[in-house]
């Protein structure tokens, strides 16, 4: 069974900067995914289980860093210059299958993130 416990969210004025923190039972390919009320959940990063590549949502490459610690099983979103439209609740997600298919089995609880402007 595949657990993930997120933290790190909060309130933040414009232009400052959060990090989230996902600790995995084990060592997935994790994203990150964000979602706001109404809106369908919005992929945000993702990460290889051995953390050499990453991909980012064009609405947060250059602002967003992924990465992850296999020594703790933690995955990290660096957060900086964050906007007021990047309030959301956001998701960690693991998928543990030996290839991937693009999609992801579990879910965190979720922590919200909320940019003041």
């Known amino acids: 069974q595949v657990q993930l416990v997120e933290s790190g969210g909060g309130l933040v004025q414009a232009g400052g900067s959060l990090r989230l923190s996902c600790a995995a039972s084990?060592?997935?390919?994790m994203g990150w995914f964000r979602q706001t009320p109404g809106k369908e959940r919005e992929f945000v990063a993702r990460?290889?289980?051995?953390?050499?590549?990453?991909y980012y949502a064009d609405s947060v490459k250059g602002r967003f860093t992924i990465s992850r610690d296999n020594a703790k099983n933690t995955v990290y979103l660096q957060m900086n210059s964050l906007k007021p439209e990047d309030t959301a609740v956001y998701y960690c997600?693991?998928?543990?299958?030996?290839?991937?298919?693009?999609?992801?089995?579990?879910w965190g609880q979720g922590t919200q993130v909320t940019v003041s402007s």
């Open positions: 997600a693991a998928d543990p299958r030996p290839t991937s298919t693009g999609t992801y089995e579990y």
């Open positions: 084990g060592r997935y390919r």
């Open positions: 990460i290889s289980s051995s953390g050499l590549t990453t």
